[in-house]
T-cell receptor, first 117, second 119 residues
Framework: NAGVTQTPKFQVLKTGQSMTLQCAQD?????MYWYRQDPGMGLRLIYY???????DKGEVPNGYNVSRLNKREFSLRLESAAPSQTSVYFC????????????????FGPGTRLTVT | AQKITQTQPGMFVQEKEAVTLDCTYD???????LFWYKQPSSGEMIFLIY??????QNATEGRYSLNFQKARKSANLVISASQLGDSAMYFC????????????????FGQGTILTVHP
């Protein structure tokens, strides 16, 4: 049981290049999320997928697209990278436990450190 | 307006002492959840503790407890008997419902507090 995995761990892009960050979870969770973390700030939600086949914008979606490929996988794409997208990107998934009265513990991946020059 | 406010950019504590990390929140939703996460220098996000808005008692998990004061909209994290390994960034986060009555688990994070434990 690997939990939430993310690839790559590190990436350097030039302005204008594109790339896809990959995320997969093996916990059979329905909901998955992409966050970014900038220095001195907490995590901000980019996009989320409440269930397979659905995606919605979060707080900071501009410059990104997502794909919920199947229940396990949720990818984040930067079509034309900009220096403002230099950040650490976290993927997360949610375990809803009915017995806990609605507590949604989010399981986070290890993060991808992206630098755009 | 900030939904989650952590007013302490940095805190210092002596090993084996207790420390309180502050968190205030703003919501009009009567049903919400509050979380604390720890982020060590290695970067991973580690779930520590959860408090539901309808929970009658303060949450506890080992050395972590959450001082939940609903009327003041505060959810402070108390770490008892601090250890050197507690040195990390700590984030408070809130889950609210969106229109339609579900949250889909989305979290809003505060800016974090860096805790340093001195030997």
């Amino acid at each position: 049981n690997a939990g939430v995995t993310q690839t790559p761990k590190f990436q350097v892009l030039k302005t204008g290049q594109s790339m896809t960050l990959q995320c997969a979870q093996d916990m059979n969770h329905n909901s998955m999320y992409w966050y970014r973390q900038d220095p001195g700030m907490g995590l901000r939600l980019i996009y989320y997928s409440a269930s397979e086949g659905t995606t919605d914008k979060g707080e900071v979606p501009n410059g990104y697209n997502v794909s919920r490929l199947n229940k396990r996988e949720f990818s984040l794409r930067l079509e034309s990278a900009a220096p403002s997208q230099t950040s650490v990107y976290f993927c997360a998934s949610v375990d809803r436990r009915p017995s806990s009265g609605g507590m949604d513990e989010q399981y986070f991946g290890p993060g991808t450190r992206l630098t755009v020059t | 307006a900030q939904k989650i406010t952590q007013t302490q950019p940095g805190m210092f504590v002596q090993e084996k002492e207790a420390v309180t990390l502050d968190c205030t929140y703003d919501t009009s939703d009567p049903s919400y959840g509050l979380f604390w996460y720890k982020q060590p220098s290695s970067g991973e996000m580690i779930f520590l503790i959860y408090q539901g808005s309808y929970d009658q008692q303060n949450a506890t998990e080992g050395r972590y407890s959450l001082n939940f004061q609903k009327a003041r909209k505060s959810a402070n994290l108390v770490i008892s008997a601090s250890q050197l390994g507690d040195s990390a960034m700590y984030f408070c986060a809130m889950r609210e419902r969106v229109a339609g009555g579900t949250s889909y688990g989305k979290l809003t994070f505060g800016q974090g507090t860096i805790l340093t434990v001195h030997p």
